[in-house]
């Protein structure tokens, strides 16, 4: 653990500065053996606050329940266990956003209007829009600015509570299965079949650095898809790679894709 490695680690200038405030968050807490945590991170940005603290003890990466997109990374004392995350010494807040039924508004909607009241990007983490309510998750500190000013998202009025994280509700994502054979397992491939584009196509995605791979970003066209992965293309969706099925006769690879609509 050195915070030197921030020069090795970061690969622009935004970087270094997120990876100096991450440090300094994360280290006070461990040098005086107190909780601390971090703003919302994307995964990208998670794995290189990993990297930069190594092995160290007590250090959870969490965004308020299993497999959220958006996470913090949150240091607890051994006095604390991972119990403490969801209770009162939990560093976010779940907020749930309740409105007309008939009304549609989309993660979009929510996001800007959250933008729009002036409520950073890095204190709000993963939006799960469901049919008549709405819950997101925001840093502790920034829950009751929240609550006081956030009331319609798009044109839909919405009315805030705040709930226990444990209680927060994840809509079932809704994807088309998608049945085929290709010659390899190579992102560009992968994407070709999940988007019925052409291999160049997907390859040009890749090169433009618009492509990432459980939400690393990836420009090497050639990488090996793993079964699980999932693949999120900007300007085009997000596709997982569902199952690996083995050669067919004629030597190609059968693969079962998940693309969300």
């Excluded at 601390?36 to 007590?58: H, I, P, V």
């Excluded at 996001?111 to 997101?136: H, P, Q, S, W």
């Excluded at 209680?167 to 999940?194: C, H, N, Y």
């Excluded at 890749?206 to 090497?220: F, N, Q, R, T, Y």
């Amino acid at each position: 653990m050195d915070r030197s490695n921030i020069e090795k680690i970061a690969k622009t200038a935004d970087d270094k500065v997120l990876l100096a405030k991450v440090w300094d968050k994360i280290h006070r807490g461990i040098q005086k053996n107190i909780p601390a945590s971090t703003c919302f991170l994307s995964l990208r940005e998670l794995e290189m606050t990993k990297y930069l603290f190594g092995q160290a003890e007590g250090l959870y990466a969490f965004g308020g329940y299993k497999d959220a997109e958006r996470q913090m990374l949150v240091f607890l004392p051994e006095y604390l266990d991972e119990s403490a995350l969801l209770g009162e010494e939990s560093p976010l807040s779940c907020l749930r956003a309740t409105f007309y039924e008939g009304d549609t508004p989309t993660h979009r909607d929510f996001l800007g209007a959250l933008m729009g009241a002036g409520i950073a990007r890095e204190t709000v983490g993963d939006i799960c829009v469901g049919k008549g309510c709405c819950d997101f998750f925001v840093t502790k500190e920034i829950a009751p600015y929240v609550l006081q000013n956030f009331h319609s998202a798009g044109r839909t009025k919405v009315r805030l509570e705040q709930i226990p994280p444990a209680e927060v509700f994840v809509p079932q994502a809704e994807t088309k299965e998608i049945r085929d054979t290709v010659s390899s397992l190579r992102l560009d491939s992968v994407i070709s079949s999940g988007f019925r584009v052409s291999r160049g196509t997907a390859t040009e995605y890749v090169s433009a650095g618009k492509v990432a791979i459980d939400g690393l970003p990836c420009e090497k066209a050639d990488k090996i898809v793993a079964e699980g992965a999932k693949i999120s293309v900007r300007g085009l969706g997000k596709i997982q790679l569902k199952s690996i099925n083995g050669q067919t006769k004629k030597g190609r690879i059968s693969i079962v894709i998940n693309r969300y609509v």
